[in-house]
């Protein structure tokens, strides 16, 4: 019976702890310069120039960009979005693949895209 108030208040310290220590990583995160990174690569790997006013976490593997432009380089004029949500999906990457789900309002309606890749697919 004191074995047991012993280990749990161990693992109540050790709960404390992470939660914070996640909370502290949250909100202290230096989101100017993840938001320059991040679409810099975008930028790069579709080929075409990105830009946002802002770029907001949301909840823990998400982002939140809002007045996105993208432009084409045969485009006359930039794509404008309002608002972009993306969120990293974390189950598939205990198989060893790569996901994501995103959101994105256009016109009346909005699109939802969700993606998944792995080594055979």
């Given amino acids: 019976m004191e074995r047991s108030k012993i280990l749990l208040r161990y693992f109540g310290y050790a709960a404390f702890f992470v939660a914070w220590l996640l909370a502290g990583l ?15 690569i975008a930028s790069k790997r579709s080929g075409m120039t ?6 907001e976490p949301s909840w823990i593997t998400g982002i939140d960009a809002r007045d996105v432009e993208i432009t084409s380089v045969t485009a006359s004029a930039p794509l404008t979005l309002p608002r972009v949500k993306a969120r990293l999906k974390l189950l598939p990457l205990l198989s060893g693949k790569m996901g994501f ?5 256009v016109g009346k309606g909005s699109i939802v895209a ?8």
């Fill in 101 to 105: 789900t995103a959101a994105l309002p």
């Fill in 50 to 55: 990105i830009h946002a006013s802002s770029l």
């Fill in 114 to 121: 969700d993606f998944t890749q792995g080594k055979d697919t």
């Fill in 26 to 40: 949250y909100f202290t995160f230096p989101w100017a310069v993840a938001k320059d990174r991040i679409l810099s």
